[in-house]
């Protein structure tokens, strides 16, 4: 069982909609909870960090469960500039950081 | 730009040959991670330093692998005897060292595509 999982997708969806992604993870001690952005061929970026009691910035909302071991991406009012890979990050209190594999999402016009 | 910078941006080697990338992290960030990244996968941690020491080290990492950061400054990763198998991106990302949620707020230098034929 890989570390971290995601569902590779990808998600089609028009402008305007609204997405949701989840993660889980397998480490129960893990500490901190990430996404990043991944354009195609380019490096990934901090998209926000994911806090126990959930956190907003603009229209992207993270969630996470410690309980069921996963977080969450919810995108609202989708651009076509969200298109994209988004990776959930997981680090457990080490150095060592765990990338998902990543989820493609395509927004069209 | 102060941002993570890698050198070359792109390698053709071929399969036996070693190669040496170089990493020149954001001035004021004393964390320093490797990571390898392959089409369709997310990246793969291979080292990490704090300053000048290198405090861990993935099984990923061959005997054929080596990363320095002999000042506490750039870093540099070697691959000796490279194989096929070693195509990929390889990414840099640094931190500083704030909060303990700060650990993981890396910044991504733009990589080295390495192809080996």
């Known amino acids: 069982r890989k570390e971290v999982e995601q569902d590779p997708g990808p998600f089609n969806v028009p402008e305007g909609a609204t997405v949701a992604f989840n993660c889980t993870y397998s480490?129960?001690?893990?500490?901190?909870f990430f996404w990043y952005r991944q354009d195609c061929r380019k490096e990934p970026k901090l998209l926000m960090s994911?806090?126990?009691s959930g956190n907003e910035d603009g229209r992207f909302t993270a969630q996470l469960n410690r309980a069921s071991q996963y977080i969450s991406l919810l995108i609202r009012d989708s651009k076509l500039s969200d298109s994209a890979t988004y990776l959930c990050?997981?680090?457990?209190?080490?150095?060592?950081?765990?990338f998902g594999a990543g989820t493609r999402l395509f927004v069209k016009a | 730009d102060t941002g993570v910078s890698q050198n070359p941006r792109h390698k053709i080697t071929k399969r036996g040959q070693n190669v040496t990338f170089r990493c020149d992290p954001i001035s004021e960030h004393n964390r320093l991670y490797w990571y390898r990244q392959t089409l369709g996968q997310g990246p793969e941690f291979l080292t990490y330093?704090?300053?000048?020491?290198?405090?861990?080290k993935s099984r990923l990492l061959s005997d054929r692998f080596s990363a320095e950061r002999p000042k506490g400054s750039f870093s540099t990763l070697e691959i000796q005897r490279t194989e096929q198998g070693d195509s990929a991106m390889y990414l840099c990302?640094?931190?500083?060292?704030?909060?303990?949620?700060?650990?993981?707020?890396?910044?991504f230098g733009p990589g080295t595509r390495l192809t080996v034929t």
């Open positions: 994911v806090y126990s």
């Open positions: 990050v997981v680090n457990t209190g080490g150095f060592k950081t765990i």
């Open positions: 330093f704090q300053n000048e020491a290198q405090l861990e």
């Open positions: 480490n129960s001690a893990s500490q901190s």
């Open positions: 990302a640094s931190s500083a060292t704030r909060t303990e949620s700060a650990r993981a707020e890396q910044y």
